[in-house]
């Protein structure tokens, strides 16, 4: 038992919180119907709008998103004269991967010995929800919640189709509110309290390469025969330079991070990097993650090496993606990257450029009274101070969030700490993590609404 009335309900809940976690990790929502059927993404939309009813919310509602999706919307109005605080998490996930690679089944909420909880999602981002909810839970059982409360649930962020953010801009009345929490970011490291005040964009490009009217014997023709293939390495390659910094023409590529240090140890070893690897770029690690550019093909369609002959290839197709630092557009990162790629195409090759979607980078005001209120609020549920750190990541709502309510200070937070290894096989989180961000989000409520009445 602590001396805090709020710690000891959020841990008394845990238990109530990893079954409701269980149940919505057993829903496979990713919100590609190319991948998994759609169902599950109405399902998992489903069990979130009765969650928030049985919260005793008002005027929930599933909102049909312009990209065919979900976003899942409650009201909670609090005490006459109190400010609004959104509360955001999203319910969609990424796909499994290699479901072999699982230790537990990816969509079975499953305790490990070491004490974390494994299930695609479990931290990015349905434990967001769970964390959410217990907050408003621990404050209304000890003395009431002190705000008006709007919850947002998004059910297409992982695919960044941008739902949520057209539906907001078409619906600015929708979402207003003083404060933003959005439980989709990450604690520095396990325990260390942290507020994330930066977010890189994104833009992706799938790039087609056509040389032949078809593959060739390449012993017969090659050496002489355009390789579509071999130019699409060379396009790919042209995006770093010899150090292997991301050297997209036009964009910035030595900006500095001005802020958090991230020692290359520390760096390492979240990252699992192999011994005698080496990291390539220059700058800091802090620079390259959060103050620059940086490019990552994600895929390649080439024949694969089981089965693969002899031949020189007449197509070769890759979906490469460029993250972008707070201060680039988006948009035009995309035009630079589609210029680029066409520029360092060799030989004549023919080459077509697909534009999917982008989503914009995100920096907060940190100066905000609702930092202040948070990083006061992580003192007392941590018992130590609260960090600013950069996230390379991105969540494109929070760029539309501040453009649509200028006045709205957003905060950052959630469970993705690096061991949670979000996006990867054997995605987890830590219940103690859940436990202390749900006091943090409670206490930060409490003092929001003291230092705004
Ligand atoms: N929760 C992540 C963003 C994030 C990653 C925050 C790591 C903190 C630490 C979010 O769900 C995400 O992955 N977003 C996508 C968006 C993209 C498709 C536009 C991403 O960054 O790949
Ligand atoms: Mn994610």
């Known amino acids: 038992m602590s001396n805090s009335p709020l710690a000891d309900a959020v841990q008394a809940a845990l238990p109530r919180a990893r079954a409701e976690l269980a149940e919505l990790v057993s829903f496979a929502s990713v919100a590609d119907p190319r991948l998994l059927p759609s169902q599950e993404c109405d399902r998992a939309a489903r069990w979130v709008a009765d969650a928030l009813r049985a919260e005793g919310m008002r005027d929930v509602a599933l909102l049909d998103t312009p990209d065919g999706t979900q976003s899942v919307y ?81 059910g297409s962020e992982e695919q960044g189709t941008g739902g949520l953010e057209r539906y907001v801009e078409a619906n600015p009345e929708l979402l207003a509110a003083d404060a933003v929490v959005i439980g989709d970011s990450g604690n520095f490291r396990l325990g260390l309290p942290t507020v994330t005040a930066s977010l890189r964009g994104m833009c992706v490009i799938e790039v087609t390469v056509e040389t032949l009217a078809g593959n060739l014997h390449s012993g017969q ?20 330079d010899r150090e292997g910094n991301t050297a997209v023409q036009g964009l910035p590529t030595s900006e500095p991070w001005t802020g958090l240090d991230y020692p290359e140890e520390d760096f390492r070893a979240d990252a699992r990097v ?19 550019p940086s490019v990552t093909v994600l895929g390649i ?40 790629v066409e520029a360092a195409t060799p030989w004549n090759a023919r080459v077509s450029v697909t534009r999917h979607g982008h989503g914009q980078p995100f920096r907060a005001d940190t100066t905000s009274p609702a930092y202040a209120a948070m990083a006061k609020a992580m003192r007392e549920a941590y018992g130590r101070d609260m960090v600013v750190s950069g996230m390379g ?61």
């Open 393 to 453: 990541g991105s969540i494109p709502l929070c760029n539309t969030l501040s453009t649509v309510y200028p006045d709205a200070e957003i905060l950052l937070i959630g469970l993705s700490e690096p061991a949670a290894q979000i996006h990867a096989v054997n995605e987890s989180v830590d219940p103690t993590e859940l436990a202390a961000l749900a006091v943090a989000e409670a206490l930060f409520c409490r003092e929001y609404a003291a230092g705004r009445g």
């Open 221 to 240: 023709f090659g050496g002489v025969a355009p390789d579509a293939l071999a130019a699409l390495i060379r396009i790919c390659d042209s995006l770093r």
């Open 301 to 340: 369609d080439c024949p694969p090496v089981t089965g693969a002959t002899p031949s020189v290839q007449a197509r070769a197709t890759a979906l490469i993606s460029l993250r972008v630092p707070a201060g680039v557009d988006a948009e035009a990162a995309q035009e630079a990257l589609v210029a680029h």
């Open 274 to 292: 192999l011994d005698g690897v080496d990291l390539p770029g220059s700058g800091s690690i802090a620079d390259r993650l959060w103050a620059r």
């Open 74 to 154: 409650g009201f909670l109005p609090g005490p006459a004269g109190a400010p609004t605080v959104l509360l955001y998490a999203h319910y969609d996930v990424q796909p499994p991967l290699d479901e072999e690679a699982w230790l537990t089944p990816p969509f079975e909420l499953t305790e490990r010995e070491d004490g974390r909880w494994y299930g695609r999602g479990a931290a990015d981002c349905k434990g967001g929800l769970i964390m959410h909810l217990m907050a408003l839970r621990a404050l209304r059982d000890n003395g009431g919640i002190p705000v008006n409360v709007k919850v947002i649930v998004e």
